[in-house]
């Protein structure tokens, strides 16, 4: 079954149960940190994977700090979340930071989430109710007025299996991150561990990263390897999009790398320093917020200052809602279009609000309107990024289906589509998609076989139903799609098999000459064979392969089988027919073969039987007869 792989948050006001809690639901204590065990609160991120009763989903949670003193690391341990659970103590109700919590994951996006009243041992029923009625009026105007609302207690654990069933259900509804994005993890911990050297932590946001793959450190561009990948502990070959990654890095030192870095494959991912953006104020100022005035960005893991610079005002007194501006940062960071971000100010200290990126190389500027309307139309979006944003969203559509989904006029659509046809586009009539991604499903594809072929190297491939699921595609694309692979001599099909095309079904090397001794056995005992598991069993060739051996030696026409026990060596067979036609004449008994071949009748039923099958010889009342 394919497996799904997601990020659970904890948020909430300190000492709002949130470690307890991931200690409760994981049985790991994620205050790692001596500080923050003599402190009794979390400083840095603290992650432990989750299992739950559905064994297709991986999970990794996250217990995100709740004192305001370190909203840094919250905001950017949100930025990775699929989920989040926000909690609430039973014996205290909604505190500031509950809200500004969940003002944060309203800004960056993140509206799954589930209400969990915990300490609920402490308080009785009446306390219990005050306590949902105040979170129903917190939430009643916000993202989260559906959220279910669950009560636990961690120390009795009550209430955990009812929390269990809602996160499972949630998580099994959600679309998992995605894979065939390219590759990007913002690093959020950087260490050394004695005798392997540096280690990064982070939560893989796009794509896929596999052992030994050569990799890059932004904004600096540092050159590296990827020498070893663990998730949670478990060394791994490859990490996916939504999981929890530490990677090894070669060719890297720790003091070339921080928190804020984004680990990368390829240039994909623009470097800046200057950024057209969109921006949601939340509640009200405390002061003005004055133009070009001195701002706090956060953006995945990163955190720059900078300065924010309004084209159609000169100071914000009054909440105005959502604005477009451009923010200039003192360091540059790494982000792409439709990235989402927090602003704070420096002092004095609140969130002011947060937004996504319209354009990562914002330029210089006129003040005015005309600015305005140019980053009001960038808001929209050029006709070239809508039609990347929803193919990046649905995968691969056809043109109908993107006219719908753009809001494109068919003769404009159809011209952006031959036009981005030389660039990023691909076409597999009937289906439109993005050459990347479709890159990545034929690199899927070409892993599995590879893998397949060194599993099972004596089977001519693998089944196409099964090639098609990890392909990931309808079954007309797939069809396209292996067209275009064995025009170009990727793959080979064999009725209902697929394979590379370079690969020829083979004996395993380490046990080629055992099978090949057990074969000379066989043929030198001719028309009066052992069971051939038995020259196996004599040259220590393991059982677990007999039956794909035997299957692989009949389709290679080595062998062919006389029953279920006994096989014969093609060449012996026939000689045996040959001497057998010399001896005969058009038609022969029983008793003439058995003569001829010198056999007993355990090996002439099976023997004539063969024959039978392959027409060389026909069945008549007590005889044969040569066809």
């Known amino acids: 079954m394919d497996q799904k792989y997601f990020t659970i948050g904890m948020a909430g006001h300190i000492d709002h149960g949130k470690t307890s809690l991931t200690k409760a639901l994981t049985k790991i204590d994620t205050d790692r940190l001596k500080e923050e065990k003599e402190r009794s609160i979390s400083i840095e991120l603290g992650f432990a994977p989750l299992k739950l009763p559905n064994s297709t989903l991986n999970v990794s949670i996250v217990d995100v700090p709740g004192h305001e003193k370190f909203i840094r690391q919250m905001i950017a341990g949100v930025a990775g979340i699929d989920l989040v659970l926000v909690t609430v103590a039973a014996d205290e109700g909604v505190m500031p930071q509950t809200k500004e919590h969940m003002d944060i994951l309203n800004l960056l996006e993140v509206h799954q989430a589930i209400i969990v009243i915990t300490k609920i041992d402490r308080v009785d029923e009446e306390m219990l109710e005050l306590v949902k009625d105040d979170i129903d009026h917190h939430i009643q105007k916000t993202s989260f007025a559906t959220a279910p609302i669950v009560q636990v207690d961690s120390i009795s654990e009550k209430g955990l299996d009812e929390l269990k069933i809602h996160i499972e259900e949630f998580l099994l509804s959600l679309q998992p991150r995605n894979e065939s994005g390219a590759f990007r993890l913002p690093i959020d911990q950087v260490f050394t561990v004695k005798g392997q050297g540096t280690v990064i932590r982070g939560t893989v946001y796009d794509g896929t990263v596999e052992e030994e793959e050569t990799l890059k450190v932004l904004p600096l561009g540092h050159a590296c390897r990827a020498r070893q990948i663990q998730v949670h502990n478990r060394e791994v070959i490859k990490a996916r999009a939504g999981q929890r990654t530490a990677i090894n890095l070669g060719g890297v030192e720790n003091d070339e790398l921080k928190r804020g870095d984004v680990l990368v494959r390829d240039d994909t991912y623009p470097v800046t320093n200057t950024i057209d953006v969109t921006l949601h104020f939340i509640g009200n100022l405390s002061s003005s917020l004055k133009q070009r005035g001195q701002v706090k960005l956060h953006i995945g893991t990163s955190e720059v200052m900078g300065r924010i610079v309004f084209f159609d005002r000169n100071e914000i007194i009054h909440n105005p809602g959502e604005i477009v501006c451009q923010i200039r940062l003192e360091e540059p960071i790494v982000t792409q279009r439709g990235d989402r971000f927090i602003i704070r100010r420096p002092?004095?200290?609140?969130?002011?609000?947060?937004?996504?990126?319209?354009?990562?190389?914002?330029?210089?500027?006129?003040?005015?309107?005309?600015?305005?309307?140019?980053?009001?139309?960038?808001?929209?979006?050029?006709?070239?990024?809508?039609?990347?944003?929803?193919?990046?969203?649905?995968?691969w559509l056809t043109i109908?289906?993107?006219?719908?989904?753009?809001?494109?006029?068919?003769?404009?659509?159809?011209?952006?589509?031959?036009?981005?046809?030389?660039?990023?586009?691909?076409?597999?009539?009937?289906?439109?998609?993005?050459?990347?991604?479709?890159?990545?499903?034929?690199?899927?594809?070409?892993?599995?076989?590879?893998?397949?072929?060194?599993?099972?190297?004596?089977?001519?491939?693998?089944?196409?139903?099964?090639?098609?699921?990890?392909?990931?595609?309808?079954?007309?694309?797939?069809?396209?799609?292996?067209e275009q692979w064995e025009q170009a001599r990727l793959i080979q099909k064999d009725g209902r098999f697929i394979a590379l095309h370079s690969f020829t079904p083979h004996i395993p090397q380490k046990w080629e000459k055992r099978i090949q001794n057990a074969l000379d056995s066989l043929k030198q005992d001719g028309l009066k064979p052992n069971p051939f598991e038995e020259y196996l069993n004599q040259e220590g060739v393991p059982k677990d392969i007999n039956d794909e051996l035997e299957g692989f030696l009949i389709e290679q026409s080595i062998v062919v089988r006389l029953d279920d026990k006994h096989l014969l060596d093609l060449k012996v067979l026939d000689r045996a027919i040959e001497t057998l036609k010399n001896n005969t004449n058009q038609s022969f008994s029983l008793k003439e073969a058995k003569d001829v071949w010198g056999v007993s009748r355990k090996y002439l039923i099976p023997l004539l039987e063969v024959i039978d099958e392959k027409a060389i010889t026909k069945r008549v009342n007590d005889k044969r007869e040569w066809l």
């Not at 991604?437 to 099972?456: D, R």
Request: glycine residues 8%; hydrophobic residues 30%.
């Open 400 to 482: 109908e289906q993107l006219k719908d989904q753009t809001g494109l006029q068919h003769d404009e659509l159809e011209g952006c589509l031959q036009a981005m046809l030389e660039d990023n586009i691909v076409y597999f009539s009937p289906y439109y998609s993005l050459k990347r991604i479709m890159q990545k499903v034929e690199s899927n594809v070409t892993t599995y076989l590879h893998q397949f072929h060194e599993e099972f190297p004596m089977r001519n491939g693998a089944n196409k139903p099964d090639v098609m699921n990890v392909a990931g595609v309808n079954s007309k694309l797939f069809d396209r799609l292996l």
């Open 347 to 395: 002092s004095p200290v609140e969130t002011i609000g947060g937004g996504w990126i319209l354009d990562p190389h914002g330029e210089k500027y006129r003040f005015g309107q005309e600015t305005i309307s140019m980053l009001e139309k960038k808001r929209e979006g050029t006709p070239e990024e809508r039609i990347e944003d929803v193919l990046e969203e649905a995968h």
